[in-house]
């Protein structure tokens, strides 16, 4: 059974930081992609920030210039450093993983429980 546990959020003012991370926990072959969304009420589930296996990103227009996703493929952890934050950014935080848990069963695609970051002063 693959889990994703995220920490990290919370409350912060506009113009602060917050690093968030995911780690993959469970029987694993390969992690071949990671990924932040996130979900402000009323609105759609959007990306942030993406990163594959080989450290390719891919970053949500809001987002560029002022995240950053990272990976430790040795930890199976993904991480987002948020710079800069407006009060926006105020959404529940979802890490996403597309595992492969062995090479027959091929690859699913996995969610973790969310993590909230409040931006007010």
């Known amino acids: 059974q693959v889990q994703l546990v995220e920490s990290g959020g919370g409350l912060v003012q506009p113009g602060g930081s917050l690093r968030l991370s995911c780690a993959v926990s469970?029987?694993?072959?390969?992690?071949?992609?990671m990924g932040w969304y996130r979900q402000a009420p009323g609105k759609q589930r959007e990306l942030v920030a993406g990163?594959?296996?080989?450290?390719?990103?891919n970053y949500a227009d809001s987002a560029k210039g002022r995240f950053t996703i990272s990976r430790d493929n040795a930890k199976n952890t993904a991480y987002l450093q948020m710079n800069s934050l407006k009060p926006e950014d105020t959404a529940v935080y979802y890490c996403?993983?597309?595992?492969?848990?062995?090479?027959?069963?091929?690859?699913?695609?996995?969610w973790g429980q969310g993590t909230q970051v409040t931006v007010s002063s």
């Open positions: 990163i594959l296996s080989g450290g390719i990103t």
């Open positions: 469970g029987s694993i072959f390969s992690i071949d992609y």
């Open positions: 996403n993983a597309v595992v492969m848990v062995t090479p027959r069963l091929g690859v699913n695609t996995y």
